[in-house]
């Protein structure tokens, strides 16, 4: 079969680009998907993702290598194996980032990728209540929840502490005022998940010039005499097909799973192609380079007041919860259970705010292994838990063998800076600053982990060590740049040295973003239709 146009992955990226591609009706999409459909109820509420946290049907359920500078540990990866990707399982916190993010993309090169290039882009796909405005659209297919007046009362009390200890208040971190503690959006529409797939693909589904394929799992891309990408081969139920693109193949399978096709496809490392058999087509050495992920680690509370733990630890809380979802949309099932945080500065001699929070009013461990689920703590309880803005450490992806159905090799090489183990240990100091608040103090009845004998820098970074983990916004593996050796893709998103080939997602981000990714993957797709759609 041939297409003018063939999108790899279905995630937060590919279902807009299938939208975008095929809105005109003069170009042919195909869209391929690894995993299967997102029909599962569970997709739609919000706190369906604790379903997913562990689910090899939907997710990926990826590792890193150990990690040298986290106690040797494997970190969980979890990524979408469904219609819909990461966007589909994820916590849905929305978040743009701070305007210095992009500035700093475009310093590097990126001309058109400046904070102020892309605010259309981020306008373009929201539907926000505060309607059309300088920070947000009021039209777009991604629907934007303020938790505002729906989040459990103790997160008032966080926001009250913070502001007796002189922090400001944000009342939108995506809107002027970045800076400070406050409640989070989520993209959420009548207290179901809105996802790209849901808001972009679906509605669309019946047009005749898009086709989606599942369970196509990409083997490699084709090439024609001159090095122009002309197609892709996928393994669908133990079958290869072969699909033809008459204008370009564009790459959207994420972070780890696009620059793993690039090297099966012989584009990559020259050196690193000659140790696994696959010939070369063209020496790009960046691909899987400057990985990126925001790292963080909680500090678990037993509270004086009741917490979500109390609704969520028995049969008839949750019942009860259930009911009020299923009867009006609302409650605790239709938010995040990330619902108060706010960006920090470490010391006053920041720029900017360079530290996350995220508190909430529940406590759960993270389990050990995949056979248990997340599980409130048997007491009233909460957590507050932290992850720098913007680390300077650069992992890498890597495939394992030639053969695609190998999980890529992820190496993050976390805590490799010294500016990364300093906001560790600064993280945990403002942590345990604002836990001191009159009002926090007030409601605390005792640390429960790390606890009072965790208290000084060294025994702070050691349990950083031992417990941080990813929160899951892999990213630059692709990066966007203007040098090829250092860089997979142009400023127009078009790979160095191939034709026939773009990457859209993730990968491209030349740094990673202050705060969640999702809404920069969304706002890079968007961007990215465009370009090429003005390029055909």
Known sequence: MKYDYIIVGAGSAGCILANRLSASGEHSVLLLEAGGK????????????????????????????????????????????VQGGSGSINAMIYVRGQPHDFD??????????????????????????LGDTAYHGADGPIHISPMKGHTHPICDTFIEGCQQLGYG?????NGKDFEGAGLYDVNTRNGQRCSSSFAYLHPVLGRPNLAIEHHALAQRLLFDAQGRVTGVVVSQ????????????????????DTPKLLQLSGIADRELLARHGIPLVHDLPAVGRNLQDHLCVSYYY??????LNDELSSLLGQVKLGIQYLLTRKGAL????NQAGGFFRSDAQQAHPNLQLYFNPLSYQIPKNNKTSLKPEPYSG??????????????????ASKDPADAALIRPNYLSTQKDIDEAIQGSRLIRTIMAAPALKAITVEEVLPGPAVDDDEAMLQYFRENSGSIYHLCGSCAMGADPRTSVVDARLRVH????????????FPNVTSGNTNAAVMMVAEKGADLILADA
């Open 237 to 256: 139920h133990g079958v290869e097909h072969s699909f033809s693109a008459g204008k370009e193949v564009i790459l959207a399978a994420g972070a780890v």
């Open 169 to 173: 208040r944000s009342e939108d971190f």
């Open 334 to 337: 239709s938010m995040s259970v």
């Open 382 to 399: 909460f957590l507050l838990c932290f992850n720098p803005c913007r680390p300077t450490s650069r992992g890498s992806i890597e495939i």
């Open 38 to 81: 997102d029909s599962s109820p569970w997709f739609k509420v919000p706190v369906g993702f604790a379903k997913m946290y562990y689910n090899p049907t939907y997710n990926w359920m990826y590792y890193s290598e150990p990690e040298k500078q986290l106690a040797d540990r494997r970190i969980y990866a979890p990524r979408g194996k």
């Open 104 to 129: 700093d993309w475009a310093a590097g090169g990126n001309d058109g990728w400046s904070f102020e290039d892309v605010l259309p882009y981020f306008r373009k796909l929201e539907s926000h209540p």
């Open 302 to 307: 037993k509270a004086n007041v009741p917490t």
């Open 497 to 508: 040295g191939v034709e026939g080939l773009r990457i859209v997602d993730a990968s491209i």
